[in-house]
């Protein structure tokens, strides 16, 4: 299993819709996107009708398989048991989560979305989860189910958990600057790369700006 590849700065935990684009497009431009230090990627549990989920995942894998980022699936415990898939992300807490065997054995990853509810973060810290990822930061059609979180929120986190804290939702790289200042690992991305006519300069865009946030330069 592999672990958060986390920075030493900030990092960019990457978030793919597997029915954005045809398989045919799409796997190729992952080839591209996947050569960066990202800190993990993520499959949105949003497949098209009669998609191969299975198949799909499994590509995935393949794909990241020279990289030190790991490959989570969205809500799916079924596809933890595609080969090599390193851990799930959770869009909610489930009720029965203590009799969920995959969870139990936890050698897999487990990251949560999370809002303005400073008690869901606590349990999650409890539980002993490995991230959470604020939603939604600022306003996206993305994520059109998540309340704006307040940056109160965020800061409140820090003191409550050393878990890694991400921010998604609605991130442009002119809001770096201003999240800078927040408790956070890393934000994460869907439409700021995936949607944009050419998504490998989209991402190389965060990148440059994060370094520029750090007076660094990252030749890639």
Known sequence: MKKLNLKADKSI????DPSDKPEAVLFPI????????????QIWDHFGEGQDEVAFTSKV??????????????????LLKVENVDGIHLDSLPSDLSSISAFSVKNHLVGLTVNNDLELIRQADKLGMDYVSFCSVYPTKTTQHCDLVSFDSI???GK???????LAGGIKTGHLTELQSLPHSGIALISGVMQMENPVAALQNY?????QNNDEIINH
Not at 160 to 166: A, R, S, V
Not at 207 to 211: A, D, L, V
């Open 207 to 211: 990148f440059n700006h994060y370094n």
């Open 13 to 16: 935990y990457l978030v793919i």
């Open 61 to 78: 894998v393949e794909l990241a398989s020279a990289y030190n980022f790991p490959i989570l699936v969205n809500n799916r415990w079924d």
């Open 30 to 41: 992952l080839e591209q996107l996947f050569t960066f230090p990202l800190a993990a990627v």
């Open 160 to 166: 409550i958990t050393d878990m890694p804290l991400f």
């Open 155 to 157: 800061r409140e986190a």
